[in-house]
Nanobody, 116 residues
């Protein structure tokens, strides 16, 4: 399984970006997909996740600003990020989770920089 993340870039505070994660296989086979981020000097942390049934979950710091969604026909998961803040600056990684066998796949990072 390959996950290709894209959409990062440089944006001013208050701006918006949409990240995409395209899977090489049918995403209906995954129990969940999600986005994590890692800022320099920090550990990778959970940002948002979406189950196969469409239930979405967010870390508190992005609630109301970020929206995760999925397009099963395109094997793609999106992360819409609005009202971006400098503290959102990080490499963003998408992942996909299988239950049987228990496996987590990771894509490469896409860098988001929020700066004036």
């Amino acid at each position: 399984v390959q996950l290709q993340a894209s959409g990062g870039g440089l944006v001013q505070p208050g701006g918006s970006l949409r990240l995409s994660c395209v899977a090489s296989e049918n995403i209906l086979g995954f129990s969940a997909m999600g986005w994590y981020r890692q800022a320099p000097g920090n550990q990778r942390g959970f940002v948002a996740g979406i189950t196969g049934g469409g239930s979405a979950h967010y870390t508190d710091s992005v609630k109301g600003r970020f929206t995760i969604s999925r397009d099963n026909a395109k094997n793609t998961v999106y992360l819409e990020m609005n009202n971006l803040k400098p503290e959102d600056t990080a490499d963003y990684y998408c992942n996909a989770i299988l239950i049987d066998p228990p496996t987590t796949y990771w894509g490469q990072g896409t860098l988001v920089t929020v700066s004036s």
